[in-house]
């Protein structure tokens, strides 16, 4: 397996375990950005909006606990309320995990265009 290859599994694994506890925990939450060339890979990031915005922290925390049993450390942590909270991690080879949280507000941009 290439370098290449083996950091695309890893991704698809990460975000497959995302989704899975996401699911688990009943949490709403929808993907509006990264699967564009999905089962085969996962774009830069992954964006998503989750249904209520007081779990926003409870998301960033289950995220970095799978980053953290995956072994990457190199963790960035950016909340910003009106763009969204942005958690990138990356591994000693500069693979990047970058899960992108949109506000409630951006709902409207996404899904009011016709």
């Not at 990460?14 to 899975?20: H, Q």
Request: proline residues 2%; aromatic residues 12%; hydrophobic residues 40%.
């Amino acid at each position: 397996m290439t370098h290449k290859t083996n950091s695309c599994f890893k991704k698809k694994k990460i975000f497959s375990n995302f989704a899975k506890i996401m699911n688990n925990k009943k949490i709403n939450w929808c993907v509006v950005g990264g699967l564009e060339d999905f089962p085969n890979s996962i774009g830069r990031d992954l964006d998503i909006i989750i249904e209520k915005e007081m779990k926003h922290t409870m998301v960033i925390n289950i995220f970095l606990s799978i980053l953290k049993k995956n072994k990457i450390t190199n963790i960035i942590i950016k909340k910003n309320q009106f763009y969204g909270h942005v958690v990138i991690g990356y591994d000693s080879n500069f693979n990047y995990l970058e899960l992108h949280i949109n506000p409630n507000i951006i709902r409207s941009l996404f899904f009011s265009i016709t």
